[in-house]
């Protein structure tokens, strides 16, 4: 049977390195709209872009207006979830008071480690 769910891991993406976060949101968009059940778990110092005021401040490429959140937005427009690890947001000071609107909430290291090995989803990481 194939897989109808993809699992997007950011964990090494760095918002400080903007040109790492063009690829993981534009492979969400993607298999949003091929009808996949997409979720992006941000954690780590991507956990960050889940913060309001974080990802609307990046611009991507030079002399583009568009931002981290315009790429966030145009995933979560053609269906794709994104989420927040609940111990990464602690440790970076923010509870889910301050999630984006596109963000869906909190999903924790169980959660993910339950979807990756009884769940029917493929993996990438980022």
């Not at 690829?23 to 991507?46: G, K, N, Q, R, S």
Request: charged letters at 25%.
């Amino acid at each position: 049977m194939t897989a109808r769910r993809l699992l997007i891991l950011l964990v090494n993406t760095d918002p400080g390195r903007v040109e790492e976060l063009g690829a993981p949101f534009y492979y969400a968009a993607i298999a949003a709209a091929m009808d996949f059940e997409v979720d992006v778990v941000c954690t780590a110092a991507a956990g960050r872009l889940m913060v309001k005021g974080v990802a609307e401040r990046l611009v991507l490429k030079p002399g583009d207006p568009k931002t981290a959140l315009d790429w966030i937005r145009e995933a979560h427009d053609q269906g794709a979830r994104f989420w927040a690890c609940p111990a990464n947001l602690d440790l970076i000071g923010h509870t889910s008071d301050d999630l984006i609107a596109e963000c869906s909430g909190l999903m924790g290291a169980a959660a993910v480690i339950n979807d990756v090995m009884e769940g029917e989803c493929r993996v990438l990481t980022f």
